[in-house]
């Protein structure tokens, strides 16, 4: 768990420096040829050894030598060169490391490393001997003791469902960091479990979790990629029962969401899809499944800020650990930022310290993967404003790694490279939260300000590095085609109730959620008049609604009709409200009051106030001025983001159910009074600016 690679550093260059100052003729090995690579040093990790070295002027590549030796450094078995370690594996070339895994931990070895010139072998270095770091925990350590399946069969067999319940229900009740909660059902009604990881004892509800920032980490929704489970599963043991202040640190400023296994159906039946066939992530915007739509209800709840999603694949030529940020178009531009540089700033430059392989996904020649795809959970993350990233574990050993025709090796591999992706991720949140909160931030702010052509399908592009580096390669494009953008946004989509409240047949077995349903667990604001219903675009996932209610969406829950702003410009004088109003890019200079019923829609628009709301369908406020009092007063739908208020707000009495008011990044010049709504408002993890007391249920706010 300790991670020293900076103290390691120091010490191999000390290494260094002492062979080099330290040669006398009486010692031959201090007359190394040229080529000969110098400084070999060995760290040892989770599951995977570090092996780190002076580089060889003129070196094509280095091959990595693995001999098992006995406790008096007597070969037991045959040198077996394990590693190929090629320039664009790592952004730091002057400091060559390579992460040889694959053995059985707490096994010793003996290493040697040798620099190819073309194809001509150059002498091999110094070996140098070491025991591997044997499975975490004490084995006579409450909780510590505890082990999968995948670690008492020695990676011969994967953690059956049973298994896991067993093992997360023991840490659940060994450790008081740890809750396990159930997200929901598969189709054949396996338990889809959480564990909600904090210290000293995570938050005790879903908001209270959502106040911390949360992580999380989609374990396994392809039932035949199993090798991240298993990090997480090892993973969760760790958190659990760690005394290393890293661990507690963390876990003091954030809580950990790990879902081990969304897809226990797939997973039983080791298929990629769930038991009726269905890709689920395919899936995560359309939720037609139980497994997405636990996860993504998991999601409104919850608010992670941050993702992974793992997975394995199978382009033999690419890295260890292939990874992708949220690229669709819609994504608000902070959140695809700041993912990129969770991956290239954060992983790519631990990568080359560790000796992992951290790369595009797509990359080499991967083929016409990691595109736009809403369905796909990173790119529906982000379109949640979540910073994330998904994580392939090379299938193979692949051209780098010769030595995995053994499964075992090769499973270890995987699994271990997952681990230390998943604690790399653990440590970014905590030294990056600032930004991560702040893109999320600045990507709500944006979204609700609906400002932007909307593209359907169409990706970032992800920018080559400079050879040879991670990413020298990178995925393809996937520029959006012009019938699938549109330039000028609607104000909301309009659904007929047929459309809102019918019967579908798109859910496993013909039996369907209705839309009503998938938007509720999407978390999306309604205004319902009448019999239609509208779904604003000014709210934070403003990019992901458009791709289901569109009728350009790709893959569309339904074909609502586009309401464009009745409202623009200059309008002098008091407006009352009737129907569905919506404004945009307008200056109303007068009072507004919104009737019974009625609902009022803003972006960019100025009002100067008072602003009334009386029993209204629904007020959805985003970049928006009001230069006097509102007052909103049981009212059914409420959504204010990124307003100023130049007076008193009073927000009492609304009718919203359950769904939370939203209060978020506003600027109040007055107090703030919230009295009697059926749901306790929310900022969205966005501060709001109040000049005067905030009371009741805005106390916090
Ligand atoms: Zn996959």
């Given at each position: 768990?300790?991670?020293?690679?900076?103290?390691?550093?120091?010490?191999s260059t000390l290494i260094a420096v002492t062979l080099t100052t330290a040669a006398t003729p009486a010692n031959a090995h201090n007359a190394a040829p040229p080529?000969?690579?110098?400084?070999?040093?060995?760290?040892?990790?989770?599951?995977?050894?570090?092996?780190?070295?002076?580089?060889?002027?003129?070196?094509?590549?280095?091959?990595?030598?693995?001999?098992?030796?006995?406790?008096?450094?007597?070969?037991?078995?045959?040198?077996?060169?394990?590693?190929?370690?090629?320039?664009?594996?790592?952004?730091?070339?002057?400091?060559?490391?390579?992460?040889?895994?694959?053995?059985?931990?707490?096994?010793?070895?003996?290493?040697?490393?040798?620099?190819?010139?073309?194809?001509?072998?150059?002498?091999?270095?110094?070996?140098?001997?070491?025991?591997?770091?044997?499975?975490?925990?004490?084995?006579?350590?409450?909780?510590?003791?505890?082990?999968?399946?995948?670690?008492?069969?020695?990676?011969?067999?994967?953690?059956?469902?049973?298994?896991?319940?067993?093992?997360?229900?023991?840490?659940?009740?060994?450790?008081?960091?740890?809750?396990?909660?159930?997200?929901?059902?598969?189709?054949?009604?396996?338990?889809?479990?959480?564990?909600?990881?904090?210290?000293?004892?995570?938050?005790?509800?879903?908001?209270?979790?959502?106040?911390?920032?949360?992580?999380?980490?989609?374990?396994?929704?392809?039932?035949?990629?199993?090798?991240?489970?298993?990090?997480?599963?090892?993973?969760?043991?760790?958190?659990?029962?760690?005394?290393?202040?890293?661990?507690?640190?963390?876990?003091?400023?954030?809580?950990?969401?790990?879902?081990?296994?969304?897809?226990?159906?797939?997973?039983?039946?080791?298929?990629?899809?769930?038991?009726?066939?269905?890709?689920?992530?395919?899936?995560?915007?359309?939720?037609?499944?139980?497994?997405?739509?636990?996860?993504?209800?998991?999601?409104?709840?919850?608010?992670?800020?941050?993702?992974?999603?793992?997975?394995?694949?199978?382009?033999?030529?690419?890295?260890?650990?292939?990874?992708?940020?949220?690229?669709?178009?819609?994504?608000?531009?902070?959140?695809?930022?700041?993912?990129?540089?969770?991956?290239?700033?954060?992983?790519?430059?631990?990568?080359?310290?560790?000796?992992?392989?951290?790369?595009?996904?797509?990359?080499?020649?991967?083929?016409?993967?990691?595109?736009?795809?809403?369905?796909?959970?990173?790119?529906?993350?982000?379109?949640?404003?979540?910073?994330?990233?998904?994580?392939?574990?090379?299938?193979?050993?692949?051209?780098?790694?010769?030595?995995?025709?053994?499964?075992?090796?090769?499973?270890?591999?995987?699994?271990?490279?997952?681990?230390?992706?998943?604690?790399?991720?653990?440590?970014?949140?905590?030294?990056?939260?600032?930004?991560?909160?702040?893109?999320?931030?600045?990507a709500i702010e944006s979204q609700a300000a609906n400002t932007g052509r909307l593209v359907f399908r169409g990706s970032r592009p992800i920018p080559a590095h400079?050879?040879?580096?991670?990413?020298?390669?990178?995925?393809?494009?996937?520029?959006?085609?012009?019938?699938?953008?549109?330039?000028?946004?609607?104000?909301?989509?309009?659904?007929?109730?047929?459309?809102?409240?019918?019967?579908?047949?798109?859910?496993?077995?013909?039996?369907?959620?209705?839309?009503?349903?998938?938007?509720?667990?999407?978390?999306?604001?309604?205004?319902?008049?009448?019999?239609?219903?509208?779904?604003?675009?000014?709210?934070?996932?403003?990019?992901?609604?458009?791709?289901?209610?569109?009728?350009?969406?790709?893959?569309?829950?339904?074909d609502g009709e586009r309401v464009y702003p009745t409202l623009t410009g200059r309008r002098n004088g008091p407006l009352t409200v009737t129907g569905f109003t919506?404004?945009?890019?307008?200056?109303?200079?007068?009072?507004?009051?919104?009737?019974?019923?009625?609902?009022?829609?803003?972006?960019?628009?100025?009002?100067?106030?008072?602003?009334?709301?009386?029993?209204?369908?629904?007020?959805?406020?985003?970049?928006?001025?009001?230069?006097?009092?509102?007052?909103?007063?049981?009212?059914?739908?409420?959504?204010?983001?990124?307003?100023?208020?130049?007076?008193?707000?009073?927000?009492?009495?609304?009718?919203?159910?359950?769904?939370?008011?939203?209060?978020?990044?506003?600027?109040?010049?007055?107090?703030?009074?919230?009295?009697?709504?059926?749901?306790?408002?929310?900022?969205?993890?966005?501060?709001?600016?109040?000049?005067?007391?905030?009371?009741?249920?805005?106390?916090?706010?």
């Open positions: 768990m300790r991670r020293q690679r900076p103290t390691l550093i120091a010490v080529d000969q690579v110098t400084a070999l040093t060995a760290h040892q990790a989770d599951g995977y050894t570090t092996l780190a070295w002076q580089p060889v002027d003129g070196a094509t590549d280095y091959q990595i030598e693995r001999t098992p030796v006995d406790a008096d450094n007597t070969p037991t078995g045959t040198p077996t060169i394990v590693g190929i370690w090629r320039p664009n594996r790592q952004i730091n070339q002057q400091a060559p490391t390579f992460a040889d895994a694959g053995y059985n931990p707490g096994d010793t070895f003996q290493w040697r490393v040798r620099a190819r010139t073309g194809t001509t072998e150059q002498p091999y270095s110094e070996p140098v001997t070491a025991t591997t770091t044997a499975p975490w925990g004490n084995p006579t350590t409450p909780g510590e003791h505890l082990r999968t399946g995948w670690e008492t069969t020695h990676a011969a067999q994967y953690t059956s469902d049973t298994d896991e319940y067993a093992y997360t229900a023991a840490i659940d009740a060994l450790s008081d960091r740890v809750r396990v909660v159930e997200l929901g059902r598969t189709v054949q009604n396996r338990p889809i479990n959480m564990l909600v990881i904090g210290h000293p004892t995570p938050a005790a509800t879903p908001q209270a979790v959502a106040a911390t920032a949360p992580v999380a980490i989609n374990c396994n929704v392809h039932g035949n990629e199993p090798g991240d489970r298993e990090a997480c599963l090892i993973m969760a043991r760790q958190l659990a029962f760690s005394t290393d202040p890293r661990i507690t640190d963390l876990l003091s400023h954030t809580t950990v969401l790990i879902v081990p296994t969304i897809n226990g159906d797939g997973r039983a039946n080791n298929t990629r899809g769930n038991s009726t066939g269905q890709d689920l992530n395919r899936d995560y915007s359309l939720i037609r499944q139980p497994e997405t739509t636990a996860y993504i209800t998991m999601v409104r709840d919850y608010r992670p800020v941050a993702g992974y999603d793992g997975h394995e694949f199978g382009n033999s030529r690419a890295g260890d650990l292939p990874m992708l940020p949220p690229r669709h178009q819609n994504v608000a531009q902070p959140i695809f930022d700041q993912s990129q540089d969770m991956i290239e700033g954060h992983m790519y430059a631990k990568g080359a310290e560790a000796g992992w392989w951290a790369c595009p996904y797509g990359c080499e020649g991967g083929g016409n993967v990691g595109l736009s795809e809403e369905t796909i959970l990173r790119n529906t993350l982000g379109l949640k404003n979540v910073t994330n990233s998904l994580l392939e574990l090379r299938s193979s050993g692949g051209q780098t790694r010769p030595d995995e025709g053994n499964t075992a090796n090769n499973r270890r591999r995987k699994t271990y490279s997952a681990l230390w992706t998943f604690h790399q991720f653990l440590d970014y949140h905590r030294a990056d939260r600032a930004d991560i909160l702040k893109a999320r931030s600045e400079p050879a040879p580096h991670p990413g020298d390669s990178p995925p393809p494009l996937d520029a959006p085609p012009a019938d699938l953008i549109l330039d000028t946004p609607p104000c909301a989509y309009k659904l007929t109730d047929a459309q809102y409240n019918g019967a579908r047949t798109d859910g496993p077995g013909g039996i369907g959620t209705t839309v009503a349903q998938r938007i509720a667990a999407h978390g999306w604001k309604v205004i319902t008049i009448g019999d239609e219903h509208y779904v604003p675009l000014n709210q934070p996932e403003r990019g992901l609604i458009p791709l289901l209610l569109d009728g350009k969406g790709v893959e569309k829950l339904t919506c404004a945009d890019d307008a200056t109303i200079n007068g009072p507004v009051t919104v009737r019974a019923g009625a609902a009022l829609v803003t972006t960019a628009t100025t009002i100067s106030g008072p602003l009334t709301a009386t029993s209204a369908a629904g007020i959805l406020l985003a970049d928006s001025t009001i230069n006097g009092p509102v007052r909103i007063a049981t009212t059914d739908t409420i959504s204010i983001i990124d307003a100023t208020i130049a007076g008193p707000a009073d927000l009492s009495g609304n009718t919203t159910g359950t769904d939370a008011p939203v209060l978020a990044g506003t600027t109040i010049r007055g107090p703030l009074n919230c009295t009697a709504n059926s749901a306790t408002p929310t900022n969205l993890g966005i501060a709001n600016t109040v000049h005067g007391p905030r009371t009741s249920q805005c106390a916090a706010l």
